[in-house]
């Protein structure tokens, strides 16, 4: 791994909530049944943050996994089913609003 990838740019929040805004109103019927939406990014590396969207958006990559104990690590909650996830690429730019649909512990 290169220096430059284990060091991903900050979330861009404004930009996050300017496309959950855009997302609100162009699906609100899915913000109707769960307004939760979380912003993160995927892996742990700039290059994992860059490439996964890709995968993602044109639909070859339709499920994520993470260890249930790390939510409550990192002071959060689980997803709810139909909650939103604002994923970002190795920059902390908004690529991508996920819905929950399905969710297995």
């Keep these: 791994?290169?220096?430059e990838d284990a060091n991903p740019?900050?979330?861009d929040m404004e930009a996050?909530?300017?496309m959950w805004d855009e997302y609100a109103t162009a699906h609100p019927e899915?913000?109707?049944l769960c307004a939760e939406y979380s912003v993160e990014r995927f892996?742990?590396?700039v290059e994992l943050a860059d490439a996964l969207p890709h995968e993602v958006i044109p639909g070859s990559?339709?499920?994520t996994s993470t260890l249930a104990r790390e939510f409550p690590d990192d002071g959060e909650s689980l997803?709810?089913?139909g909650s939103h996830w604002i994923a970002c690429d190795g920059a902390g730019t908004p690529r991508v609003i996920l819905p929950s649909i399905e969710l297995r512990l």
Excluded: H, Q, T
């Design 1 to 3: 791994m290169k220096p």
């Design 61 to 63: 990559k339709c499920a």
């Design 30 to 32: 899915a913000v109707r």
């Design 16 to 18: 996050a909530a300017r």
């Design 43 to 45: 892996g742990d590396s």
């Design 9 to 11: 740019g900050r979330l």
């Design 79 to 81: 997803p709810r089913l």
